[in-house]
């Protein structure tokens, strides 16, 4: 199979959002970075930066599609977007090929948006999910097979990459939701019109934001969400697609979302709003986990989702 030589326009990054704040009152200290440096005396007080985010974009030399901004989901960055854990060219090589301009964010606290240390700042502390608790929540296969690494019959997980995938996690503060919002909200009005391509929790921040800010927001392809917005006093005023994966049936934390993704596609079609849901295994797409762009199939979700965005978002 011949594959298509990609040639970008551009390459770079921006930060959007947040705000400064100023510290006073805390005592000095006196550090000495390396061996090398002689001790020197750090002033914590100051001006500083918080509550950003930062992206990085590719803009391929013939773009002819809607721009794409990729949101991570719930303690990961956008690196899921970028390689598979296997070393498989991710979504971004896929949707760029497809002439799509692509952005990816590293929202609030993440990769290299950074995260604040100043005390007082965020509220609660950070966690950090563990191997087996992914295995769970990703939805590779059942809690008791986790030792054996057994994953759901006909699962797409690369499970032997799985230490790889592991370390795609990163600390997260579930009390920064509203400020992670507000930077993807920046970014779009930085951006101009776009699609959201979002997972799990950055499904449900990029719900509040296209809600938001539906003239910049053409349309999002949810995968997997949570957290999604009310929406009895307003509409989804552009196209959405909720992605669902294989396997609901065998957990309870998703079995429960059935019913609230229904209910939201429901509600905006009651205020004359497209939404609907794709169920992969009803396509042929069988065995895909909670993170499909990882998945062993994950190219094939991606060519649906970019001819779901072809037919339903104008160019």
Request: glycine residues 10%.
């Amino acid at each position: 199979m011949t594959v298509q030589q990609l040639i970008l326009e551009s390459v770079g990054s921006f930060y959007v959002g947040g705000q400064r704040i100023s510290v006073e009152g805390r005592p000095e200290q006196h550090l000495r970075l390396t061996r090398d440096l002689p001790a020197y005396v750090h002033d914590p007080n100051g001006t500083y930066a918080i509550d950003h985010a930062y992206v990085s974009y590719m803009i391929p030399a013939t773009s002819t599609r809607v721009p794409v901004v990729f949101v991570h989901g719930g303690g990961l960055t956008g690196a899921m977007w970028e390689t598979t854990p296997d070393g498989r060219p991710g979504w971004l090589t896929s949707f760029l090929r497809a002439g799509h301009p692509c952005y990816i964010i590293d929202n609030v606290e993440r990769g290299r948006a950074g995260w604040c240390s100043v005390p007082g700042q965020w509220e609660g502390e950070a966690i950090l999910r563990n191997e087996e608790e992914s295995w769970n929540v990703f939805r590779i296969g059942p809690v008791a097979d986790y030792a054996r690494r057994q994953p759901f019959p006909g699962s797409q997980f690369p499970v032997a990459a799985l230490e790889e995938s592991t370390k795609q996690s990163v600390p997260r503060w579930i009390t920064n939701n509203n400020r992670a919002v507000a930077a993807l909200n920046a970014a779009v009005e930085k951006i101009g019109r776009c699609v959201l391509v979002a997972h799990s929790h950055g499904g449900g921040i990029s719900a509040h934001v296209a809600m938001s800010n539906p003239n910049l927001v053409a349309g999002a392809v949810l995968l997997e969400p949570h957290g999604l917005p009310s929406i009895e006093h307003g509409a989804t005023q552009s196209p959405q697609a909720i992605v669902v994966g294989d396997n609901i049936d065998k957990s309870d934390l998703y079995k429960s979302l059935v019913s609230v993704w229904t209910n939201y596609v429901d509600a905006a079609a009651q205020h004359g709003s497209q939404a609907e849901i794709i169920a992969l295994p009803s396509l042929g797409l069988v065995g895909n986990s909670h993170n499909m762009m990882m998945d062993l199939n994950s190219d094939a979700v991606a060519e649906l989702v970019q001819g779901w965005i072809s037919v339903n978002i104008k160019q």
